[in-house]
């Protein structure tokens, strides 16, 4: 089934990769295990992706345009909001400073 239907493969690999990447960054703070879901996900998708560029019969140099969004979006999900962070008040004024 998996030969046949080569993009579907690919589409359900990267949504239940994204799932896991979702998983492991919401994990609490105190939990050193947040890196194992993600881990999971990356050799997941890498494999997936290996897989069916082989059996497409394209080159391996598209695994990383194909990777790109995904790494992309992993990356913002590790991004912390600053006014949660950092417990600063928003600015929300369009006054400018005092000289």
Do not use: C, R
Not at 27 to 37: A, I, K, Q, R, Y
Request: no cysteine; aromatic share 12%; proline share 5%.
């Amino acid at each position: 089934m998996f030969q046949k239907h080569l993009n579907l493969t690919l589409l359900f690999v990267m949504i239940i990769g994204n799932v896991l990447a979702y998983w492991g960054t919401q994990m609490p703070g105190d939990s050193n295990w947040g890196f194992v879901p993600i881990i999971i996900a990356i050799v997941l998708v890498i494999g997936t992706e290996i897989w069916y560029l082989h059996q497409k019969g394209q080159s391996m140099l598209h695994l990383f345009g194909n990777l790109l969004a995904w790494i992309g979006f992993i990356v913002i999900l590790f991004l912390n909001n600053k006014q949660q962070s950092s417990g600063a008040k928003p600015n929300n004024t369009l006054t400018p400073p005092a000289i």
